[in-house]
């Protein structure tokens, strides 16, 4: 594991609590190829997906299952092919499933034409595990956590008679998708239900964490610390998704308790981004609560990393590696030397 860069420590604070993050109105510029179906009170649902070998298809070659979240573009097709070329670097394209899902929005969905089965989200908060809505032109009779068909993709896979050598499970995510996994890895049961395959959780460049109890980074003479901030004008810092307040149903089923003893005991892995420093980006999240973990990603992760560490009294709990001279680039994250080497060797 390499050094942290060097943990700066003034944070950027706004008086006012904003505007939820990643909003991306625009819709997707391609829709992924394939279908996924659950089912749910005799109703079928789909969410769309890519993947390099079939998934309801025996192959007694897969031996690993790896899943790759988008970013707050919605772009899973890109999300894909630059997973599969780090499949393909790697010589691991006969071994390996690899599997991008794409949560739209209901402008995907009218933009391609997709039949009103297709569930979708708003305001992407897919990211966070919320649940699927509704809407008067697309009705929806039931919800699903973006964070339960995940769940359902997983279970569908570790089947053995499709995938007789499955072993490894990945959940990997960048951005937005980051801010799914740093999530999903506290609050999933699957690698509790599915105790035969080894589970990895990759975060890259997440916009924000979900902190386990009210205390944020500060800086004081002795270096960093981490307390209960000064929370004038920004009462809401601690609900979820950044916080254990008021989580949302998917989150709720898992309990506060779960997600601490599941978040901390389970195998975890932050990529960092050397130049992610982008304070002015568009889709960091600039809110209070967020702002209160750190002035931009790599700096965030940095701190996050290290608060964790509060719950450790030996070795250290999970890895983290910063990927030298590369920004805010889920192509590029997912094809590097630390990606390759947390993906293909465990």
């Given at each position: 594991?390499k050094?942290l860069l060097p943990?700066?420590?003034?944070?950027l604070l706004?008086?006012?609590?904003g505007?939820?993050?990643?909003?991306k109105?625009?819709a997707?510029?391609?829709?992924?190829?394939?279908t996924?179906?659950?089912?749910?009170?005799?109703?079928?649902?789909?969410?769309?997906?890519?993947?390099?070998?079939?998934?309801?298809?025996s192959n007694?070659?897969?031996t690993?299952?790896?899943?790759?979240?988008?970013?707050?573009?919605?772009?899973?097709?890109?999300?894909?092919?630059?997973?599969?070329k780090a499949v393909?670097?790697?010589n691991?394209?006969?071994?390996?499933?690899?599997?991008s899902p794409q949560?739209?929005?209901?402008?995907?969905?009218?933009?391609h034409?997709h039949?009103?089965?297709?569930?979708?989200?708003?305001?992407?908060?897919?990211?966070?595990?919320?649940?699927?809505?509704?809407s008067?032109?697309?009705?929806?009779?039931?919800t699903?956590?973006?964070?339960?068909?995940?769940?359902?993709?997983?279970?569908?896979?570790?089947?053995?008679?499709?995938f007789?050598?499955?072993?490894n499970?990945?959940?990997?995510?960048?951005?937005?998708?980051?801010q799914?996994v740093s999530r999903?890895?506290g609050?999933?049961?699957?690698?509790?239900?599915?105790k035969?395959?080894?589970?990895r959780?990759?975060v890259?460049?997440?916009?924000?964490y979900?902190?386990?109890?009210?205390?944020?980074?500060?800086k004081?003479?002795?270096?960093?610390?981490?307390?209960?901030?000064?929370t004038?004008?920004?009462?809401?810092?601690?609900d979820?998704p950044?916080?254990t307040?008021?989580?949302?149903?998917?989150a709720?089923?898992a309990?506060i308790?779960?997600?601490?003893?599941?978040?901390?005991?389970?195998?975890?892995v932050?990529i960092?981004?050397?130049?992610?420093v982008?304070?002015?980006?568009?889709?960091?999240d600039?809110?209070?609560?967020?702002?209160l973990?750190?002035?931009?990603?790599?700096e965030?992760?940095?701190?996050?990393?290290?608060?964790?560490?509060l719950f450790s009294?030996?070795?250290?709990i999970?890895?983290i590696?910063?990927?030298?001279?590369?920004?805010?680039?889920?192509d590029?994250?997912?094809?590097?030397?630390a990606?390759q080497?947390f993906m293909?060797?465990?």
């Amino acid at each position: 594991m390499k050094a942290l860069l060097p943990i700066l420590f003034f944070i950027l604070l706004l008086s006012k609590e904003g505007i939820a993050q990643d909003e991306k109105p625009q819709a997707i510029e391609r829709a992924c190829p394939n279908t996924f179906s659950v089912t749910k009170n005799t109703k079928t649902y789909s969410l769309r997906y890519a993947s390099n070998h079939a998934i309801a298809e025996s192959n007694k070659n897969i031996t690993q299952l790896v899943i790759y979240i988008h970013g707050a573009r919605r772009n899973g097709l890109d999300y894909y092919e630059w997973g599969e070329k780090a499949v393909i670097a790697a010589n691991k394209t006969n071994e390996t499933l690899f599997i991008s899902p794409q949560f739209t929005s209901e402008k995907d969905l009218e933009d391609h034409k997709h039949d009103a089965n297709h569930l979708f989200w708003t305001n992407n908060n897919w990211r966070v595990g919320d649940e699927s809505v509704s809407s008067k032109k697309r009705k929806m009779d039931d919800t699903f956590s973006s964070f339960s068909l995940i769940d359902s993709m997983i279970a569908r896979v570790c089947n053995k008679k499709l995938f007789p050598k499955l072993k490894n499970i990945l959940i990997v995510g960048h951005s937005a998708g980051g801010q799914f996994v740093s999530r999903y890895v506290g609050m999933t049961p699957m690698p509790t239900i599915q105790k035969k395959y080894k589970f990895r959780f990759i975060v890259m460049n997440p916009s924000s964490y979900l902190y386990l109890d009210d205390r944020r980074p500060m800086k004081t003479n002795s270096g960093l610390t981490f307390a209960r901030p000064d929370t004038t004008g920004c009462s809401s810092f601690n609900d979820y998704p950044r916080g254990t307040e008021k989580l949302n149903p998917y989150a709720s089923k898992a309990g506060i308790g779960t997600i601490k003893n599941q978040f901390l005991n389970r195998d975890v892995v932050f990529i960092l981004g050397g130049n992610d420093v982008n304070m002015n980006d568009s889709s960091l999240d600039k809110s209070c609560g967020g702002n209160l973990q750190g002035r931009f990603r790599l700096e965030r992760g940095q701190f996050f990393y290290e608060y964790i560490q509060l719950f450790s009294t030996k070795k250290k709990i999970h890895q983290i590696e910063v990927v030298p001279n590369v920004a805010h680039d889920g192509d590029k994250m997912v094809n590097s030397m630390a990606a390759q080497r947390f993906m293909f060797n465990f």
